[in-house]
């Protein structure tokens, strides 16, 4: 099953990297972009568009960031109330078993 998803992935792989290649083929005009206070120099359109897609995943990525840290204190929260919930319980049960006894 292991080699499986390695080769499930080794497939994708090779897939996204022939996509990203035939992509890089086909967006080789040079383009200056002009951001109103600044003119960047000109490089081809596949290098912005990839330069983009990267500056917006990490700006989704530091958005994200706070969320991630939220649920994380609530995951560490409720795993330390659920294993004090269950030192509770084996004291309950070595309690009851003492009173039977």
């Known amino acids: ?5 390695g080769l499930i992935l080794a497939i994708i ?21 002009d ?4 003119e960047l120099p000109p490089v ?5 568009l990839l330069a983009t897609l990267a500056c917006g995943v990490l700006l989704g ?7 991630y840290i939220r649920l994380r204190a609530l995951l560490t929260r409720a795993q ?3 294993q004090q919930q269950r030192k509770e319980l084996d004291r309950l049960r ?8």
Do not use: D, P, Y
């Open 1 to 5: 099953m292991r080699w499986l998803k």
């Open 61 to 67: 990525m530091l958005a994200m960031m706070g969320v």
């Open 94 to 101: 070595v309690q009851e078993l003492k009173e039977v006894a």
């Open 13 to 33: 792989l090779i897939c996204v990297l022939l996509v990203g290649m035939l992509f890089a083929v086909n967006n080789q005009q040079t383009i200056a972009l």
């Open 80 to 82: 330390r109330h659920n």
């Open 35 to 38: 951001l109103i206070w600044i």
């Open 44 to 48: 081809s359109l596949s290098v912005w």
